[in-house]
Structures are given as structure tokens and as C-alpha cells.
């Protein structure tokens, strides 16, 4: 990718795609049996690779030992390492997979329902539409027009400045790094997605999550 070669080429040993792979390259060298390796990044025939010379780190190298065991270890035993609550997936399980179908089973019929009263509506967006159309070429190059309670204005909106872009224009040899100090606090958004019983990570039977919606439940 173009980000992480610009990344390595600007920033060298302490970009952020260097350290990503140092430690691969550690375990390269281990398996290979060297005192040192090469990490090479490529972008197009046009701008020569960018090859960093990595020596054998033995503090490193001990430390991937140790925890690669310790994975290894959890093999063996079928047990699972600590959560982690930003990477794994949350099953519910015992009282609050009762919870959980219900209300999964209640968000699938409010997601048909809202799919039925979509294909409802495009038709009639379709001929608003249509009618806007008509609607504009009688007004001809008037900016406003009013008649029959029906009132329409016509404007331009300014594009945004691509801040960015200019700086980059401006100033093209900027630290990326810089330009993160200035970065807003991140905001947390949430994304639901449906799946159907083919594509679920976690299987499941839609007739027993709709089935759960039978009775009553009391949270």
C-alpha cells in the first residue's frame, strides 16, 4: 500500500509500518538461522525499494520464545488466553442468551418490516423525482418559483477545502506524525449487521431466535 511505503520512506525506523513488522523479521532471523535480515518495502517500477538493514535483537528474540510458548502452550490445552474485550466477540450465554433472542428476534421483524415500507416508498421518491424534473425545466433558469403551495429554490452549496490535501501541496515533506497532534478526540459509533444462518460466525437456528418472541420476558 501506497500509506505504508510513504510511511517507511518519510519516516524510517520509527514509522509505524517498520515497528509492525521489525518483530517478523526478528522471527525470520531466528528461523533462519542469521545475525541479521533485511525488511524491503516496493512501490512501482518508478521509485526504487526501501530496504532497511535488522540486526538480531537476542532481548527481542527471547521474548517472542516466551510468548509464542505461551501460546503454543494454550494449544495444546485448549484453553483460551484473557479476553480481550476490543478484539474478541461477546457471546451471551446462561440468562443472557434469553435476553439476547429476544431481543434479536424483535430487531430481524422491526428490519422487515422496514424493508417492506422502503420497497413501498421507492416508487413514489421515483415519480417525486420525475415530477422535480419537470417542475425545474418550467422555472428555466429562475433561482426561485412559487405556485399551488409548492415553493422551490434553487442554490449552490460550497464545496469543503480539503485541508489535507493543500497542506500536503504547501509543506510535502510533513511528518504524518504532526499532523495527528492535531487530530480530534475519536467518537464512538456503533454498526449492526444482519446475517442470514449461511454467513453467521456464531450459528444459530432463526426458528428458535424467532420462536423466543412467544412469550413474555421480563429483563
Do not use: C
Request: proline share 4%; charged share 25%; aromatic share 12%.
Amino acid at each position: 500500500m501506497e500509506v505504508n511505503f510513504r510511511d517507511a520512506q518519510q519516516n524510517g525506523t520509527k514509522s509505524k509500518v517498520y515497528r509492525r513488522y521489525y518483530y517478523q523479521v526478528q522471527q525470520q532471523i531466528v528461523v533462519a538461522g542469521t545475525n541479521e535480515g533485511y525488511l524491503s518495502f516496493y512501490l512501482n517500477d518508478k521509485e526504487p525499494p526501501l530496504d532497511f538493514l535488522i540486526k538480531k535483537n537476542d532481548l527481542v528474540i527471547d521474548s517472542l520464545i516466551i510468548e509464542g510458548q505461551k501460546f503454543a502452550d494454550h494449544l495444546l490445552k485448549n484453553q483460551p488466553p484473557a479476553t480481550d474485550i476490543d478484539r474478541d466477540i461477546f457471546i451471551p450465554s446462561g440468562l443472557e442468551i434469553d435476553q439476547w433472542n429476544v431481543l434479536a428476534a424483535n430487531y430481524h421483524s422491526a428490519e422487515e418490516i422496514i424493508k417492506d415500507f422502503a420497497s413501498k416508498i421507492k416508487p413514489y421518491e421515483k415519480q417525486q423525482a420525475d415530477i422535480a424534473k419537470n417542475l425545474l425545466k418550467l422555472m428555466g433558469d429562475y433561482a426561485q418559483a412559487e405556485s399551488s403551495g409548492l415553493r422551490i429554490n434553487r442554490y449552490l452549496t460550497q464545496g469543503n477545502v480539503d485541508y489535507k490535501a493543500a497542506l500536503m501541496a504547501l509543506h510535502p515533506d510533513v511528518d504524518p506524525a504532526f499532523l495527528e497532534t492535531f487530530r480530534k478526540k475519536s467518537t464512538e459509533r456503533t454498526r449492526f449487521t444482519l446475517k442470514g444462518e449461511e454467513k453467521a460466525q456464531v450459528p444459530f437456528s432463526m426458528d428458535e431466535i424467532m420462536s423466543s418472541t412467544d412469550g413474555d420476558f421480563w429483563f
